[in-house]
């Protein structure tokens, strides 16, 4: 991908690895968008960087991803890339049966069927511009589950899935299809669950990741992990069994 004189729509832009993927395009010279449910924080990134476009929408629901995609369609008429990152993460514990599944967010609605309707709604944008590309934001408990996050694991696991075969699909229409596989990194996701387990912060920085993810991107990586995650995309049937004995034999 080239890293320069693109048109960006980056989902969760404000905050955490989105943010700091926002800012690495920007850097780069590209036009940049940014969407998220929360204005304030939109606002807040766009008075660190006034060139940011900003639009509040709620990837949860489809009527917004529409309003979105035809506000794009009329405002920015090069978009070339969209990046599908904004995500959620909770820990549920089914030993408790299902309400705590059915009582919080989805992230079954926004970490994977999002992705699939943004997808399929930004294509037709897609087509016929410059080197375009969907990068889609999955975790390495995707590829080795963590236990008391089975559903958030099991949407990244289908992100991971989703983002294959949409690549062998859309490289008809020469539209590649990324797929970023970050390790844990200190971001605000998972607040609850993080507090319960004493607010231990992740030692990798967005920006650290973003750099290698940035470095990824211009390259042509299409699977692109760092740290841990690098293992987890390589590792044999075997070793990814091992590794989920090894984290989750605590819980
Ligand atoms: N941090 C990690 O260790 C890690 C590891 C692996 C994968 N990831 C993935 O990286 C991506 C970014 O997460 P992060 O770690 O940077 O956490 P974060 O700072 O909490 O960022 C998530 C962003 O998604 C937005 N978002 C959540 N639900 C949304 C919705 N329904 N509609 C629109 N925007 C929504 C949030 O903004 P609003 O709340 O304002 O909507 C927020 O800006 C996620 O897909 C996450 O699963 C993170």
């Known amino acids: 991908m080239k890293?320069?004189?693109?048109?960006?729509l980056i989902t969760?832009?404000?905050?955490?690895?989105?943010f700091a993927m926002a800012e690495a395009f920007l850097k780069a010279g590209n036009e940049v968008i940014i969407c998220g449910r929360r204005e304030a924080r939109l606002l807040d990134a766009r008075k660190k960087h006034p060139e940011f476009h900003v639009r509040t929408c709620d990837v949860a629901k489809e009527s917004d991803c529409t309003a979105l995609a035809q506000w794009t369609g009329a405002s920015f008429k090069d978009l070339n890339i969209l990046v599908n990152n904004a995500g959620v993460q909770r820990d549920i514990n089914f030993t408790k049966g299902v309400d705590a599944f059915l009582a919080g967010?989805?992230?079954?609605?926004?970490?994977?069927?999002?992705?699939?309707i943004l997808s399929g709604l930004f294509v037709p944008q897609l087509i016929g511009k410059n080197q375009p590309a969907i990068v889609n934001v999955s975790s390495g408990?995707?590829?080795?589950?963590?236990?008391?996050?089975?559903v958030?694991?099991?949407?990244?696991?289908?992100?991971?899935?989703?983002?294959m075969a949409l690549r062998h699909q859309l490289s008809k229409l020469g539209i590649k299809v990324f797929e970023v596989?970050?390790?844990a990194v200190d971001t605000e996701l998972n607040p609850e669950g993080?507090?319960?387990?004493g607010n231990l912060k992740a030692d990798l920085k967005p920006e650290e990741f973003v750099g290698a993810v940035m470095k990824g991107l211009e390259a042509d990586v299409v699977e692109i992990g760092y740290g841990m995650s690098v293992d987890m995309l390589k590792a044999s049937r075997a070793e990814l069994d091992k590794s989920f004995q090894k984290m989750n034999s605590r819980w």
């Open 3 to 8: 890293l320069t004189g693109n048109t960006v």
């Open 12 to 18: 969760g832009g404000a905050t955490g690895i989105g």
């Open 105 to 116: 967010e989805s992230e079954v609605r926004i970490n994977l069927e999002a992705p699939i």
């Open 141 to 150: 408990l995707g590829f080795v589950p963590a236990a008391r996050m089975p």
């Open 152 to 163: 958030y694991s099991a949407t990244k696991a289908g992100l991971h899935a989703f983002s």
């Open 181 to 183: 596989v970050p390790p």
């Open 194 to 197: 993080r507090a319960k387990r």
